[in-house]
């Protein structure tokens, strides 16, 4: 069993920017890929993007790519999400979660956190 705690959410103005944590409970992080996505209110969850277990390759969506960046430290069990030149469109809950393997689809990660709301405003 894997916990995740997603932290760093808030409100900010456009342009700014946010770093996302997840840190993640028991010793078999470093056996996980990590992903991450995001759901606006009507809407369904969107894969942000996803990092391999030891960090060396990574994929985004169009949307975020070249302004948001994705990484992890084995040695403290945490996954980030750093967002640049956010917009208002970037509003949503942001989620991480955990699979073996990378993956573009929610549904095939096991683990999910609870999610933290991030606010853009205009």
């Known amino acids: 069993q894997v916990q995740l705690v997603e932290s760093g959410g808030g409100v900010v103005q456009a342009g700014g920017s946010l770093r996302l944590s997840c840190a993640t409970s028991?010793?078999?992080?470093?056996?996980?890929?990590m992903g991450w996505f995001r759901q606006a209110p009507g809407k369904e969850r969107e894969f942000v993007g996803t990092i391999a277990t030891n960090g060396g390759t990574v994929y985004y969506a169009s949307s975020v790519r070249g302004r948001f960046t994705i990484s992890r430290d084995n040695t403290k069990n945490t996954a980030y999400l750093q967002m640049n030149s956010l917009r208002p469109e970037d509003t949503a809950v942001y989620y991480c979660a955990a699979a073996i393997g990378m993956y573009v689809s929610a549904a095939s990660y096991n683990y999910w956190g609870q999610g933290t709301q991030v606010t853009v405003s205009s």
């Open positions: 028991g010793r078999t992080f470093s056996t996980y890929s």
